[in-house]
Nanobody, 125 residues
Framework: QEQLVESGGGLVQPGDSLRLSCVASGVALDRFAMLWFRQAPGKEREGVSCISSSDGTTVYADSVKGRFTISKDNAKSTVYLQMNSLKPEDTAIYYC??????????????????WGQGTQVTVSA
């Protein structure tokens, strides 16, 4: 049974950095693309970044391009989201997810996908 567990969130000031981790138990990261989503208060969940399974191709939302970096360690079954130059508008609950696809194919997770429980990121002065 797969399980995704995020960690690394917290309260930071604008301009600071955070690194989120997602331990993906029971999910072969060399076979399935992994994604990060976020949901801010009162807003819909949005896709942030994706990393494909085999060639490590990455995709980013325009809002985070150039500031966030997704990476993974297959041996540790862990996906990371390095977030730099954080802004107040980055405040959200961040979730990792997979739809068990080989490649990044948009920001939709089907009913067959899997989600973590989320980790809170708050950016405030």
């Amino acid at each position: 049974q797969e399980q995704l567990v995020e960690s690394g969130g917290g309260l930071v000031q604008p301009g600071d950095s955070l690194r989120l981790s997602c331990v993906a138990s029971g999910v072969a990261l060399d076979r399935f693309a992994m994604l990060w989503f976020r949901q801010a208060p009162g807003k819909e969940r949005e896709g942030v970044s994706c990393i494909s399974s085999s060639d490590g191709t990455t995709v980013y939302a325009d809002s985070v391009k150039g500031r966030f970096t997704i990476s993974k360690d297959n041996a540790k079954s862990t996906v990371y989201l390095q977030m730099n130059s954080l802004k107040p508008e980055d405040t959200a609950i961040y979730y990792c997810a997979t739809d068990f696809l080989l490649y990044c194919a948009g920001w939709t997770i089907s009913n067959y996908g899997s989600w973590g429980q989320g980790t809170q990121v708050t950016v405030s002065a």
